[in-house]
């Protein structure tokens, strides 16, 4: 069974950083896409960052060059330094994982199991 458990959320001011780490364990893929994908009140939950098992990765236009998504294979730990926080950025961030396509895709029915979530709140 897959599980995934995120931490490293917290509050911080517009202009600050935060780190999340996605612990994996149990996952059959060979091959995979991971995401990390986040969720606003009132909004649909959208990919922020993905990267495959062989280290493509993609971003959404909203957080290229602030966000930066790698994955531990020995840990098996997924990250997402998040830096240059915005008050936009604030939602619940979730990681992701599924089966790997030619481009890890952004929709959240790519991705087979899901963590729990961590809240980041950015203040202004």
């Known amino acids: 069974q897959v599980h995934l458990v995120e931490s490293g959320g917290g509050s911080v001011q517009a202009g600050g950083s935060l780190r999340l780490s996605c612990a994996t364990s149990g996952s059959s893929y060979d091959s995979y896409c991971m995401g990390w994908f986040r969720q606003a009140p009132g909004k649909e939950r959208e990919g922020v960052a993905h990267i495959d098992s062989y280290g493509s990765t993609s971003y959404a236009d909203s957080v290229k060059g602030r966000f930066t998504i790698s994955k531990d294979n020995f840990k098996n730990i997924l990250y997402l330094p998040m830096n240059s926080l915005k008050p936009e950025d604030t939602a619940m961030y979730y990681c992701?994982?599924?089966?790997?396509?030619?481009?890890?895709?952004?929709?959240?029915?790519?991705?087979?199991?899901w963590g729990q979530g961590t809240q980041v709140t950015v203040s202004s």
């Open positions: 992701a994982v599924g089966p790997w396509r030619i481009t890890c895709g952004r929709g959240t029915y790519e991705y087979a199991y």
